[in-house]
C-alpha cells in the first residue's frame, strides 16, 4: 500500500518503493476552482525537494507546484493535457501529475502524514 505525504503548499506524494506519484490536494484544487491548465514537466527532468516541478492555471489564478521530493521524473499524465479539470473531479487519485524516481527518501522527515496535515488545514 502507497503511504501519502504531504507539503505545507498542498502537494502530495504517494510513496511505493523507490518512487511516488505526485499531485495537489483536493483542498489545494477546491482553492484554485476551475482548473484550466497543467503544465508538466519533460520525463527525465531532475528536481530537487520543493524546486517547481510543474505549473497549474484555473479561472481563479495560476500556480506553481513544488516537487514534494527529490527525484527524476519517470511519467507524467498526458490525460491532464486534455482534462485538466480531473484535477477538480479526483485531485488525489485520477489526477496525480509527475510520477518521480525518489532520489532521497529521508526527505520524508519534511512532509506531513495524512493526519498532520489534516490537523494543519485546520490553522488554515
Known amino acids: 500500500m502507497a503511504e501519502m505525504y504531504f507539503t505545507k503548499e498542498?502537494?502530495?506524494?504517494?510513496?511505493t518503493?523507490?518512487?511516488?506519484?505526485?499531485?495537489?490536494?483536493?483542498?489545494?484544487?477546491?482553492e484554485l476552482g476551475d482548473i484550466t491548465f497543467v503544465e508538466l514537466p519533460k520525463i527525465?527532468?531532475?528536481?530537487?525537494?520543493?524546486d517547481v516541478?510543474?505549473?497549474?492555471?484555473s479561472v481563479k489564478a495560476?500556480?506553481?507546484?513544488?516537487?514534494?521530493?527529490s527525484g527524476k521524473v519517470l511519467a507524467v499524465n498526458e490525460d491532464l493535457d486534455t482534462t485538466p479539470e480531473t484535477v477538480n473531479?479526483?485531485?488525489e487519485e485520477k489526477a496525480w501529475m509527475v510520477e518521480l524516481e525518489i532520489s532521497d527518501s529521508a526527505e520524508l522527515k519534511n512532509l506531513m502524514t495524512q493526519d498532520q496535515y489534516n490537523e494543519f488545514l485546520k490553522t488554515l
Open 17 to 30: 518503493g523507490a518512487t511516488g506519484k505526485v499531485g495537489i490536494s483536493e483542498h489545494a484544487a477546491h
Open 62 to 69: 495560476a500556480s506553481d507546484i513544488f516537487a514534494p521530493l
Open 44 to 50: 527525465g527532468k531532475t528536481v530537487k525537494q520543493f
Open 53 to 57: 516541478l510543474a505549473a497549474i492555471e
Open 89 to 91: 473531479e479526483s485531485a
Open 10 to 15: 498542498h502537494e502530495w506524494i504517494k510513496v
